[in-house]
């Protein structure tokens, strides 16, 4: 595949609005694409217009399993003004504009591109080459939680996943383990407060017991550093008048590999059952809201260094190796896949912005940059 025909292929992209629809008309693109390269393609359907793909090419000899992951939804293009049609795929002095461009169009069609260059050159010559391409990533990964609930996710040795980094390499992110607290009170008038039950009063009183019981500051990775707990939004009350019946917090933890998720969340709803236990009034309730698993390769990792290696000839650079600060759809396919080394890499860094973009420059090393990272990894597990 030629760098115009990578090019086009990211335009055709680029001119569907895939604003949290849309998806499979991305797949329609892409399918046909891999299928004449010989690659076994399963749609899985998300719901209306919104599928994605599975796609497999299979040497037929054992070997290792070369994994690429992205996601084809984009985020809305916001109130702004944008000089370049969102939709357009335009390209004006050297870089190409569009909603999901950098987020996460461009990665993706690298990634495809770059292995239809390797299939063009007769790899794999063993092993698998594996794509998992989701909907619905921007509202908290849930395309790729529906492929872990249903037990889609096909087994992996390493996995690009190939989110913007502005060309930096990434093998960490911090999980989230989110947590919704409810506190069940009586209203009453205030002036007669003795006849209700102030939710407000409740839930403070479990947020001080919380912050005493779990010490985030015990948990700390090398690459991601410590995790954090903050309690991000209060709510309870409606009147000045009126003890409440219901106040919530959310608490947002941040987590590194070192934490068990439902080892923390039981540590939260024993604290409940504690304070109902000892106080008659309070009626607390715990759910989890959202649960992503946290990532971290290990910086020698032979995936690593085989990328750290490409990167560097290519770009003319000593790369460092770095920590996203958000989450990717690793978070959830970690739960199935916690033995893979993954590297999140790809061009650009103005996903969400008006008049996203990324340059050509970028791009077409990208591709270049992915092929030849799936041959230095090879050759480094045959010597």
Not at 37 to 66: E, H, K, M, W
Not at 141 to 146: E, I, R, S, T
Not at 328 to 354: N, R, W, Y
Request: glycine letters at 8%; a negative charge.
């Amino acid at each position: 595949m030629t760098n115009e025909q990578a090019l086009t292929l990211l335009q055709d992209m680029l001119q569907v609005d895939s604003r949290g629809q849309n998806e499979a008309q991305v797949i329609d693109i892409i399918q046909p694409l891999l299928e004449d390269y010989d690659f076994t393609c399963q749609r899985v359907n998300y719901g209306p217009g919104r599928d994605q793909l599975l796609a497999v090419y299979d040497s037929g000899q054992a070997g290792p399993i070369f994994g690429i992951e992205g996601h084809t939804d984009v985020v809305p293009v916001g109130d702004e003004d944008w000089q370049f049609p969102p939709f357009a795929g335009q390209v004006h002095d050297g870089k190409i504009y569009g909603r999901g461009a950098c987020d996460m169009k461009g990665g993706l069609a690298a990634a495809i591109a770059a292995v239809i260059r390797l299939r063009q050159s007769g790899y794999p010559k063993q092993g698998k080459i594996q794509f998992i391409i989701t909907a619905d990533e921007e509202t908290g990964l849930k395309g790729a939680g529906q492929l872990v609930k249903a037990g889609l996710v096909p087994e992996i040795d390493v996995l690009v996943c190939a989110e913007p980094t502005n060309m930096q390499l990434a093998i960490a992110h911090k999980g989230v383990n989110s947590l919704s607290i409810e506190s069940i009170g009586v209203s009453a008038h205030s002036a007669r407060a003795h006849q209700g039950i102030n939710a407000n009063h409740k839930l403070l009183d479990y947020l001080e017991a919380a912050r005493k019981a779990y010490h985030p500051e015990d948990y700390h990775d090398e690459q991601l550093g410590p995790s954090s707990m903050q309690i991000n939004v209060l709510s309870g009350g409606k009147q000045i008048n009126v003890v409440p019946d219901f106040a919530e917090a959310i608490i947002d933890m941040r987590t590194v590999p070192s934490q068990d998720h439902d080892v923390m969340l039981k540590i939260f709803t024993d604290l409940a059952d504690q304070i109902m236990a000892a106080d008659d009034q309070a009626n607390i309730k715990v759910k989890r809201l959202l649960d992503l698993y946290p990532l971290a390769t290990p910086a020698d990792h032979i995936f690593v260094q085989a990328f750290k290696e490409v990167v560097d000839q290519v770009r003319n650079q000593d790369s460092e190796l770095t920590a996203m600060d958000g989450s990717t759809d690793c978070a959830e396919f970690m739960k199935v896949l916690d033995k893979t080394a993954v590297v999140i890499f790809g061009p650009g860094d103005s996903a969400h912005q008006t008049d996203e973009f990324i340059s050509l420059t970028d791009y077409y090393q990208c591709i270049e940059i992915f092929e030849q990272v799936y041959l230095n990894w090879i050759q480094k597990l045959t010597n």
